[in-house]
């Protein structure tokens, strides 16, 4: 059975989000900071052996009086994040437990998952190496200088990649060991720039990366629909994981 190691980035400085004392990864929603609704849709798996919240440095001692009796509770291991998005993620391999034979990186900031998703992202990794979850584009493209048109693109083709993003552990490792430049932005670049392939499978809309303030409420509507995690009591009464398959 294959096991898998999560990795939730939550290092990032939250610049667009709009609030000079909160970062968004601890924004309350719903009562509960964004992080934790997160991390719980990883918790009662039987094949997550493993969760990693990786965190700025600059916010160590805030989340220790804030969070450690969570962190205690939920069993998850915290680590220290660095400059890039990339260099977080590192840190993060680096806890990897040596059972895991695929990890999973996910955006600590999308609380908005269903079973169903996550469950088809870990079965085509398990089948391909490197697999992520993505929605076709739907809106019409503009490419902009200047706040001025200056060109339409086609959105044939185009995917508006998500996470969770999950690879083969060892994949991942060599692909991480090969990389030159710190500059992308996510891991499934990382893998593509190593040579192997990456497997889209069908997301949705509703798994939103919170990045304004605005987005919170968005957030707390979704929530409402989606399943409970497993393991927290009966399912929303017409949200059952069916649906979202």
């Given at each position: 059975m294959?096991?898998?190691?999560?990795?939730?980035?939550?290092?990032?400085?939250?610049?667009?989000?709009?609030?000079?004392y909160?970062?968004?990864?601890y924004?309350?929603?719903?009562g509960?900071a964004?992080?934790?609704?997160?991390?719980?849709?990883?918790?009662?798996?039987?094949d997550v052996?493993?969760?990693?919240?990786?965190?700025?440095?600059e916010?160590k001692e805030?989340?220790?009086?804030?969070?450690?009796?969570?962190?205690?509770?939920?069993?998850?291991?915290?680590?220290?994040?660095?400059?890039?998005?990339?260099?977080?993620?590192r840190?993060g391999l680096?806890?990897?437990a040596?059972?895991?034979?695929?990890v999973?990186?996910h955006?600590a900031v999308?609380?908005?998952?269903?079973?169903?998703?996550?469950?088809?992202?870990?079965?085509?990794a398990?089948?391909?190496?490197?697999?992520?979850?993505?929605?076709?584009?739907?809106?019409?493209?503009?490419?902009?200088?200047?706040?001025?048109?200056?060109q339409?693109v086609?959105?044939?083709?185009l995917?508006?990649?998500?996470?969770p993003?999950?690879?083969?552990?060892?994949?991942?490792?060599?692909?991480?060991?090969?990389?030159?430049?710190?500059?992308?932005?996510?891991?499934?670049?990382?893998?593509?720039?190593?040579?192997?392939?990456?497997?889209?499978?069908?997301?949705?809309p509703?798994?939103?990366?919170?990045?304004?303030?605005?987005?919170?409420?968005?957030a707390?509507a979704?929530?409402?629909?989606?399943p409970?995690?497993?393991g927290?009591?009966?399912?929303?009464p017409?949200?059952?994981?069916e649906?979202?398959?």
């Amino acid at each position: 059975m294959a096991q898998f190691s999560v990795i939730l980035p939550a290092a990032g400085s939250s610049r667009r989000f709009g609030d000079l004392y909160t970062k968004k990864q601890y924004a309350s929603l719903d009562g509960r900071a964004v992080w934790l609704h997160t991390v719980e849709r990883f918790l009662n798996r039987p094949d997550v052996v493993q969760t990693i919240l990786v965190i700025a440095a600059e916010d160590k001692e805030l989340f220790q009086t804030k969070f450690a009796p969570d962190v205690a509770f939920l069993g998850v291991r915290v680590v220290t994040g660095g400059a890039s998005r990339a260099e977080s993620v590192r840190r993060g391999l680096e806890a990897v437990a040596e059972k895991a034979t695929h990890v999973c990186i996910h955006d600590a900031v999308r609380p908005c998952l269903a079973q169903a998703w996550i469950d088809r992202v870990f079965q085509k990794a398990q089948e391909t190496g490197a697999a992520v979850l993505a929605v076709p584009v739907a809106d019409t493209l503009k490419r902009v200088q200047g706040h001025v048109i200056q060109q339409t693109v086609s959105r044939q083709g185009l995917w508006a990649a998500q996470t969770p993003q999950v690879f083969e552990k060892q994949l991942l490792l060599d692909a991480y060991a090969r990389l030159q430049n710190a500059d992308v932005t996510d891991d499934a670049q990382v893998v593509e720039l190593a040579g192997h392939p990456v497997e889209v499978v069908l997301g949705s809309p509703l798994n939103l990366k919170i990045t304004t303030r605005d987005d919170l409420k968005l957030a707390q509507a979704i929530l409402k629909v989606l399943p409970r995690p497993r393991g927290q009591g009966p399912l929303h009464p017409f949200a059952g994981d069916e649906l979202w398959r």
